[in-house]
């Protein structure tokens, strides 16, 4: 059974886990300059806040929904005894499945601290992970785990989940501080990008694992890469103690209590903003990547929207078919989960 909720908005007080306050206010407000607005590519209007603020409180809610439904299900198996309250214990159980949800919006990964770019005025993702980690510290006991799939790289979520050392403003971390509602969580949040080499509209940024694929990228080498990274990811989260022998390149050593996937589908070979070559089966199979990654490791996980520009203005039913399959085929994949 799938509930579909309307996604409510984000409050001020949400946003500025992540944004600077000034900022917010002014986006509110419709004090933009006509350059911040072209930067993000939408006129400022009320209907655009309204849309700029669900999208954040959307994927904010499913986030929630998850961690909530993660808290009542580790509280029924500790009481059944079925396991000990432990991180480990309880994600290698699979007595019961744990929750997913998705946003069909958000994925906004391209909003810094003070400004936004690229359809992104906030950063739902950011502001969904460090609101969590907040709110739900008996659930997110370890880390989260952001897996961006979108042709361009996620360079705002990069940003603004770098440590102070890595941030180009050392100043404006100072002044997170003192404001107190910034949420510095950098130690705690994995940023992951795999994107194309030769589609950047802003200056490159640096996530914790950046893997570039070239233009013209097809499925099977797509598809290769991530599966191996994939692998690497989930033999860090059961192997943590052994993640000290990996290779420099390797990813941290983490555990992951929660996954953001950013599917994006500007993949497509037929994308008009995408350089890259992917079918629908090979983005479908790349979903299922995914999918069995968080469900063989037991971990919740939170699905957004990213991008997808049909070429010409009839050529909208391959994006959308492919957008439907990255929601449907989540569904399908659980639903077969709880037939086994």
């Known amino acids: 059974m799938i509930d579909f909720c309307v996604s409510p908005l984000a409050t001020f007080e949400e946003l500025s886990s992540t ?5 917010i206010k002014r986006f509110l407000e419709g004090d933009q300059t006509e350059k911040e607005q072209r930067n993000v ?3 400022w209007s009320t209907e655009g806040v309204d849309r700029a ?10 986030a929630c929904f998850v961690c909530e439904h993660e808290r009542a299900r580790r509280s029924e198996l500790v009481a059944e005894g079925a396991i000990t309250n432990s991180s480990a214990a309880l994600n290698s159980n699979r007595s019961s499945l744990p929750a997913w949800a998705a946003h069909i919006a958000g994925g906004t990964h391209h909003a810094f601290y003070d400004y936004g770019e690229g359809f992104s005025v906030f950063s739902d993702m950011a502001v969904a992970a460090n609101v969590v980690l907040d709110k739900y510290p008996d659930v997110i006991q370890n880390n989260i785990l952001m897996i961006d799939l979108d042709v361009h790289q996620g360079n705002g979520n990069a940003v603004l989940f770098q440590t102070p050392k890595e941030r180009a403003s050392l100043n404006q971390n100072k002044k997170h501080r003192e404001e107190g509602t910034y949420h510095n969580n950098s130690d705690r949040v994995f940023t992951f990008s795999m994107h194309c080499s030769g589609n950047y509209f802003s200056q490159k940024q640096d996530s ?3 893997i570039e694929l070239p233009i013209g990228c ?6 290769m890469t991530l599966n191996h990274w ?4 989930k033999r860090v989260h059961l192997q943590a103690d052994e ?10 050593p983490h555990r992951w209590d929660l996954i953001i996937f950013q599917a994006g589908v500007d993949v497509l070979d037929d994308d008009r903003l995408g350089r890259m070559a992917l079918s629908q089966k090979g983005v479908k199979r790349r979903n299922e990547l995914v999918y069995k990654f968080a469900s063989d490791l037991g971990i919740p996980m939170v699905i957004c929207m990213g991008g997808g520009y049909p070429k ?3 050529g909208w039913d391959s994006i959308i078919e492919t957008h439907s399959d990255v929601y449907f085929g989540a569904h399908e994949f659980l639903s077969s989960l709880s037939l086994d």
């Open 53 to 62: 603020l669900s999208s954040v409180g959307g994927t904010l809610a499913a």
């Open 208 to 210: 914790d694992l950046d």
């Open 243 to 252: 993640s000290s022998r990996e290779q420099p390149s390797s990813p941290k």
């Open 230 to 233: 994939l692998n690497r990811f």
């Open 312 to 314: 010409n203005d009839d």
């Open 41 to 43: 590519g939408f006129p």
């Open 19 to 23: 944004h600077d306050s000034t900022y």
């Open 218 to 223: 097809k499925d099977n080498a797509y598809l």
